[in-house]
């Protein structure tokens, strides 16, 4: 068996790999290109790998998985705390995964599919057009808040600005010319990013419905398609499309907080 560690980054990683002994077979830099890696790990044989967790490590176990090799994925800080060093090089960094790799002592997390990976980020782009939206909401209500009382009068007697009857009034405000421009171009980006949410809407709804876990757990009062989806994600991560025990919705509420929301 051939151990290899992966100290990856955003353009390359260093790699070291060892044999059954413990011993370096080679280690070096080399770039995150799948004809890279190949030729570095060329006539390696019942390979096992190991990278720590992160932003775009997944590509590099994706590239691993197309090669065949089975690829553990490490908890960044647990392997911190098992290996400490006081010398931090990308060269120790890759050793120290590899060995810890053949000696057992890998504080593994779970590794997800590549489905349910896509279907977070769809989740998470729709978080972040929310909160886009949100700061966009507040920055409207400031403005307006700065405003003559005559306005701030006017729009304090509608409830809910964002609604038809508060575009409405928003529109119909006599602000000065400077100020209308602020405003109306807030609006502008209001109705852009609405646009956006209404897109990634419809593609989690797409997913919801391919997705019997979410569906299930959605039967749950308060839960609605995005949290459900969002829920089914956390606790079932294997499988988009997974079936679960009606018992488990039981966990939903626990797990509320770390949905990928923000």
């Known amino acids: 068996m051939n151990y290899v560690g992966i100290d990856h980054h955003r353009q390359y990683s260093h790699i070291t790999w060892l044999d059954e002994k413990g011993e370096v077979v080679k280690s070096g830099r080399v770039a995150n290109l799948r004809r890279e890696l190949e030729g570095f790990l060329q006539g390696a044989r019942d390979v096992r790998a190991v990278i720590e967790a992160g932003r775009s490590s997944y590509t590099m176990v994706d590239v691993l998985a197309d090669l065949g090799i089975e690829t553990t994925v490490a908890h ?17 960094d890759s050793y120290k995964l590899a060995h810890l790799l053949r000696t057992g002592y890998i504080p593994e997390v779970h590794k997800r599919s590549r489905e349910n990976r896509s279907s977070q980020r769809v989740l998470r782009q729709r978080a972040f057009y929310v909160g886009k939206q949100t700061a966009v909401k507040n920055r409207l209500r400031a403005l307006l808040a700065q405003q003559g009382e005559e306005i701030r009068s006017e729009v304090e007697r509608v409830e809910n600005l964002f609604t038809d009857k508060g575009m409405k009034v928003l529109k119909g405000l006599a602000l000065p010319e400077r100020e209308a421009k602020l405003v109306g171009a807030l609006l502008r980006t209001y109705h852009h990013i609405e646009e956006r949410i209404n897109e990634t809407n419809a593609l989690v709804k797409e997913l919801y419905e391919k997705m019997p876990s979410a569906q299930l757990i959605q039967t749950v009062p308060g839960f609605g398609i995005f949290l459900a989806f969002g829920v089914s994600m956390l606790l079932f991560p294997a499988k988009v499309d997974s079936v679960i025990p009606f018992y488990a919705c039981d966990l939903a509420g626990s797990v509320e ?3 990928p929301f923000d």
């Open 257 to 259: 907080k770390e949905l």
């Open 76 to 92: 960044p800080k647990d392997v911190k705390a098992i290996a400490k060093a006081k010398i931090k090089t990308d060269e120790r």
